[in-house]
Structures are given as C-alpha cells and as structure tokens.
C-alpha cells in the first residue's frame, strides 16, 4: 500500500474543492434568470420587444415547426396581436373580425404575399419558411400596420407591459427588436446581459404622425 505524502493529499484537496466550486458556479449561471428592461427616451416601456441569442443554434438543434396555426386576427381596422412571434416553417391564418372587406399584403424579403380582398375566414393560411421581420398592411386600409417575426430555432423572450423580460440562458450577448426602434421596423440591436443585477436599456422611439391620411408606403416619421 502506497501512502501518499501529507503535502500532496492536501494539494489534491483543494485542486477538488476549486473544481467544485467552479462547477457549482457555472451551474447556478447558467440556470439564473437575467432580467432587463427596455424602455424609451421618456421612460415608457417597451411592450412586446423580442429578445434572442446573437448566436443561433446550431443546425443539429433545429426543432420541427409546430403544426398549431398562429393566428392574426383583424379587428376595428388594426392587427391584432400588433406583433406576432412565430417559429420558421410555421403557418399563419389571417381571419377578418371586422365587418369590412381587408386586402393584407407584405412586401418584406422573408416572404412577400398578398390575400386580396377578403372577409370573415375565407383566406388560406400562409406559411413562413425564412427567420426575418414581415411588415404587414392592408391595401384598403393604410392606417393598418402589422408585424411577424420569424425567429429559428433559437429561444426568444418578449416584453412585458413593463418592458421587462426574464432571460433564462448564460448567453452574454442578445439581440433586441421592436418596429419602433426605426422607421423601416428593421433594427436590432446588440445588448450585453448582466447576469448578476438587473439592467435597463433605454432606446429611442420613433412613431407615425397619424394625420388620418393614407400613410402606408409613404410614411412621416417623427422623433418623439
């Protein structure tokens, strides 16, 4: 039987411990839930933001679209919801709950689309194959402004009516998106998350003048 020196077995003690330590740490990150909130130049939250990992997965994690249908419904001349969030692959019905007739288009590179004239349940639903930002209007109604964000397979978070979101990922860095961080809805902006205390993010908020005239294709823009 082989004795190891006192020296030596005390060494190897603390080599486990730190191990152990280390381990325990990167575990409780990656399980903490790291809280930001967005909010404007004047402090008003941004409602229904939409927060995924800079880094999408990789393709072997890619999860099948879901078969359930999401839903864009269209009530008092508006989308409702404003901001929809769907998977890639996925399939999107359009019902008009207005008493009017509505003709929903995009012309957004993800995938541009047009269901003319139309009211009630008639329209067929239309699938999304490409992760992007789809700006949705009506060609009746130009006041109607609407938008889809098809993320991967990546995890996504939203806003709530604070502006905030728990983000439960050790990811560092995110990408964040409204329609009103600029005035083509495109932006996105890169954020780097502090696990260990709340942040909060302040951005600019660019909104329409609404002066009742058709507006759509040839929008005003103002810096609130």
Known sequence: MVVMPKRIRQLKLLVLCALTAGL???????????????VDQQGIPYVDAVISLLQPQ??????????TLAIMDQVDK???PKILVIQQGQRVVFPNSDNIRHHV???SEPHPFEIKLYSGNNAAPV???KPGIVVLGCNIHDSMVGFI??????????TNQQGMADLTSSSP?????????????????E??????APSVLTVERFTVLDSGEKTFGNSKFKRQ
């Open 58 to 67: 990789k393709d072997n994690e890619k999860s099948v679209a879901p078969e």
């Open 173 to 189: 860095t995110v990408t964040i998106w409204h329609p009103d961080f600029s005035v083509n809805h495109q932006k996105r902006l």
């Open 149 to 158: 964000y098809i993320r991967d397979n990546s995890p996504v978070w939203t």
């Open 78 to 80: 508006q989308f409702l």
């Open 191 to 196: 954020f780097s998350v502090n696990p260990n």
């Open 105 to 107: 288009y995009s012309f």
């Open 127 to 129: 699938k999304f194959d």
């Open 24 to 38: 325990s740490g990167l575990i409780a990150f990656s399980g903490r839930a790291a809280t930001i909130t967005i």
